[in-house]
Structures are given as C-alpha cells and as structure tokens.
C-alpha cells in the first residue's frame, strides 16, 4: 500500500467514525445510549491522536497539544456543545472499553440500562477497583491468624531438628558460653520466636528461684 493510499483509507475511515459520532450525538440528546456513548468517544481519541501528531508530543498534554486538539474541536461544534468533562470520560470509556464490557456483562439489565453515561461508567468502574483491592486486603480472621503461627512454629521446629541431624547438637550446653549459645539461637529462630523463647526463660527462672526459696 503506498502513502497515498494509505492516507485515503484513513481519511475515509476518519470520516466514517466522525459520520456514525455525528449521528450518535443527535441521539444521545434525545435518549442515552452506550453504544452512543462509545462512537464518540472514539471518534474523540482519532481527533486526539491527530492532535498529537500536530504537537509533535506522545502525550496528550501540553500547550501544543491543548491547541491543536481545541482548533479540531473547533471544526465540530456538535462535539463542542458536550460538556468537557463528559467528552474526556467518553474518551476514557473508549480507552477502557473492554475492562467496561465485562463490567457491565456483571450488571443486571436495570442497572446496566440506567449506566450508559460516561461519567457514570468511568465511576462504577473505579468503584468495582475498590471494592476489589478491599476485598484482597481483607485482614485474616482469628482462626487464619493462629493456623499461619502454627505453621511457622512447625517450619522452625523441623529446620532445626534437620540441622541437628545433620551437623550434631547446634551447641554444647555444658561447655559452650553463654553469648555464643544466644547468638546460635538468634541465628535459627525468628523474632516472634526469639521474644517468646525469651519469656519461657524468664518464667522458668521465676519458678526455679520460687522453688529454692526457703519456707520463712
């Protein structure tokens, strides 16, 4: 296809998807529709990525930008007479259209009839995204909570008793000192372990000094 032909093609594809978001804006001000909805917005997203081409940017930002795609605007005044904010949710709409489809495909046929705005879309579909991130961030229940420290204490205890399998006991009570006997048990277990550890120590310890105290 040489470059002319290809230009043609596009221009005529251009001006069939302005003809059918032409069309559909005339309905849309009689009955909302989403299919509507969608021709203009993609209509739209041709008119911003020639507006982009024109500003030389890969982004729809910037002064150039904002000035080339208001001068293509300025040629349709039926998309004009959309209110902004309406006319970048109808683009957001046709940049999502899939995510969009399967959202709606989960709506029940009343609810899905009443969403065919596209600021009401872009807002469903940020919601379903909350409730989705909220539900996977929902805390562990109590019985989860116990279960995953029950696994923890097991994996511990079988680390260690294939370590002392392995290598022998992982230290001399009798010989070996104190801090070396510390630093060896710091080095297995975790620190929930560790601090627990700590505490059976500490009561045994209590318990023995009771037991060696004598009667008064």
């Not at 349709?76 to 006319?87: E, G, M, N, S, V």
């Not at 070996?176 to 372990?193: F, M, N």
Request: with cysteine.
């Amino acid at each position: 296809m040489t470059d002319a032909t290809q230009e043609t093609f596009e221009s005529e594809y251009e001006l069939a998807r302005e003809r059918e978001a032409a069309e559909a804006a005339k309905r849309i001000k009689e009955s909302q529709s989403w299919d509507d909805w969608l021709a203009i917005g993609a209509f739209m997203v041709i008119g911003r990525n020639r507006a982009m081409l024109r500003a030389g940017t890969n982004e729809p930002i910037g002064a150039r930008y904002n000035k080339a795609f208001g001068e293509w605007l300025d040629l349709r005044q039926w998309l004009r007479d959309i209110d902004k904010a309406t006319r970048s949710h109808a683009m957001w709409c046709a940049d999502h259209v899939e995510e969009l489809r399967r959202l709606r495909e989960n709506m029940g046929q009343t609810l899905r009839d009443r969403s065919n705005h596209p600021t009401v879309m872009r807002r469903k579909w940020e919601a379903s995204q909350k409730g989705e991130k909220a539900a996977s961030e929902k805390k562990e229940t109590k019985a989860q909570k116990v279960e995953r420290e029950l696994e923890a204490v097991t994996a511990e205890r079988d680390k260690w008793k294939r370590e002392a399998e392995r290598d022998g006991s992982l230290f001399d009570l009798k010989n070996d000192a104190a801090p070396l006997i510390a630093k060896v048990i710091v080095s297995h277990v975790s620190p929930y372990k560790l601090g627990e550890i700590v505490k059976a120590l500490t009561a045994e310890r209590e318990r023995m000094k009771a037991v060696k105290k004598p009667a008064g």
